[in-house]
């Protein structure tokens, strides 16, 4: 079966950095994705990534290896508003989105 | 307009009862999309609508789910004979694109509660 694994709940100091692991096992692979989601809100794209590497994007960054079936996401000086889930969701070979149930990162001052 | 629209944002209703969940897509968007997620729960998938391809309906949990669109724009997600299991937020997402490649926009979501 298709699975996506990620960490059910992290926790983090403000201002310090955080590393998000997502592990995949899909039927293909065509693209990773990293969404945040607020409590009670819309999930809102963060990134996508389809080779394998780093992407940066100011204090985010999202880095693949398929070779591992693995991406994670890097959150740096992190601020109270960071406080959200974060999806990690893989496009398979039919490129339907497989998701992940998410990691609820909990930031404390 | 702007984003993607969904309505009602919360329904509540009784065991038994049908309803309708509304989505009005982004202006131009091809591609629709429903999702369900349950409190704490990942994203399920429910239905995918592409122009005018016939929906992919394999992610409907039950004969009772149904989804349209109409006009290849707003989308309507019914539940017939609604159960407790079934409520959960129901989400909407749109994109340009033909495939999985592209960002999913999302709206606020429709909150369903089966008494």
């Known amino acids: 079966g298709q699975n996506i694994d990620q960490p059910t709940e992290m926790t983090a100091t403000e201002g310090a950095i955080v590393q998000i692991n997502c592990t995949y096992q899909?039927?293909?692979?065509?693209?990773l994705f990293w969404y945040q989601q607020h409590a009670g809100e819309a999930p809102t794209f963060l990134s996508y990534?389809?080779l394998d590497g780093l992407e940066e994007k100011g204090r985010f960054s999202s880095f693949l290896s398929r070779s591992k079936g693995y991406s994670y996401l890097l959150l740096k000086e992190l601020q109270m508003k960071d406080s959200a889930s974060y999806l990690c969701?893989?496009?398979?070979?039919?490129?339907?989105?497989?998701w992940g149930a998410g990691t609820k990162l909990i930031i404390k001052p | 307009g702007a984003g993607v629209s969904q309505s009602p944002s919360n329904k509540v209703t009784e065991k038994g009862k049908d309803v309708e969940l509304r989505c009005d897509p982004i202006?131009?968007?091809?591609?629709l999309y429903w999702y369900r997620q349950s409190l704490g729960q990942g994203l399920e998938f429910l239905i995918y609508?592409?122009?005018?391809?016939?929906?992919?309906k394999s992610g409907l949990p039950s004969d009772r789910f149904s989804a349209e669109r109409t006009g290849g724009s707003v989308s309507t997600l019914t539940i017939q004979r609604t159960q407790q299991e079934d409520s959960a937020v129901y989400l909407c997402?749109?994109?340009?694109?033909?495939?999985?490649?592209?960002?999913?926009?999302f709206g606020e979501g429709s909150r369903l509660t089966v008494l």
């Open positions: 997402a749109s994109n340009q694109g033909e495939v999985n490649t592209g960002e999913l926009f």
């Open positions: 202006s131009g968007h091809t591609a």
């Open positions: 609508f592409q122009g005018n391809s016939a929906p992919d």
């Open positions: 899909t039927s293909g692979f065509n693209g």
């Open positions: 990534n389809v």
């Open positions: 969701a893989v496009t398979d070979s039919n490129y339907q989105l497989i």
